[in-house]
């Protein structure tokens, strides 16, 4: 399995990135699909989660701000993050919970990390 995580970078405050999460060996069908993120010297958080049939779950930090979306076609999900804060920055990673191709038992997949910086 394999989850790719791109988009991350350094913008002001206020502004907008967007992530991507393109994957590959998981049934993105039946997929809950998510991102977490780590702040140094913090433990990962919940950031945003959405599953099969798109229900939504945000964090209380970022209710109203971002958007989670997921495209079956591209086998893809994203994140939408506008009105940033210096408190976003941390590494995002993609996540899912679901099933590898061929196989029946669901356990959770990391990507490797996108680097978001919010500059104040």
């Known amino acids: 399995v394999q989850l790719q995580a791109s988009g991350g970078g350094l913008v002001q405050a206020g502004g907008s990135l967007r992530l991507s999460c393109a994957t590959a060996?998981?049934?993105?069908?039946?997929?809950?699909m998510g991102w977490y993120r780590q702040a140094p010297g913090k433990e990962r958080e919940l950031v945003a989660t959405?599953?099969?049939?798109?229900?939504?779950v945000y964090s209380d930090s970022v209710k109203g701000r971002f958007t989670i979306s997921r495209d079956s076609a591209k086998r893809t999900v994203n994140l939408q993050m506008n009105s940033l804060k210096p408190d976003d920055t941390a590494v995002y990673y993609c996540?899912?919970?679901?099933?590898?191709?061929?196989?029946?038992?669901?356990?959770?997949?990391w990507g490797q990390g996108t680097q978001v910086t919010v500059s104040s």
């Open positions: 996540y899912a919970h679901g099933r590898r191709w061929g196989r029946t038992y669901v356990t959770d997949y």
């Open positions: 060996g998981i049934t993105f069908s039946d997929a809950t």
């Open positions: 959405i599953t099969s049939d798109s229900r939504e």
